[in-house]
């Protein structure tokens, strides 16, 4: 999750085409019957809390920017993040048919807010044992 600054750089390695899924209930409602762990709940509607408000994805991934952007995931996210299996956080694989593309980048911009504000952001931070996601320093602008 925290493996770069703009949308763009997550889409390496990862489809950025996704169907539109059933969005479960807000996070309040769903915690005290759901058997889904966090890290496999679908919520496409909750933008997390930060800087971005709306993000629109482009069906063309820029080649350039997604090469930068596995540039910054080896660098700064491998350390507590595997593509295809859960480590010390979760797994980035497939994250854009679970998350909003606006979550996720409020994730990596601003983790620290999310797990204090983000229902969701707490209960990952709780299901990978208190582990919270380290704030990178990564901006917008540092990832053009």
Known sequence: M????????????????????????????VAATSTVSPSERVDLENKGVGPI????LSPDIDQALAKKGEEVYSQMCMACHRVD????????????????PEWVMNMILNPEVMVKEDALAKELMAEFNGAPMANQGLTEESSS
Request: aromatic content about 4%.
């Open 2 to 29: 925290a493996c770069g600054g703009k949308e763009e750089k997550k889409k390496e390695g990862f489809s950025v085409d996704r169907e539109k899924t059933k969005t479960e209930k807000p996070v309040e409602a």
């Open 53 to 56: 408000k709306s993000v629109t």
């Open 85 to 100: 299996k859960k480590f010390i956080g979760p797994a980035p694989t497939g994250v854009l048919k679970r998350r909003s």
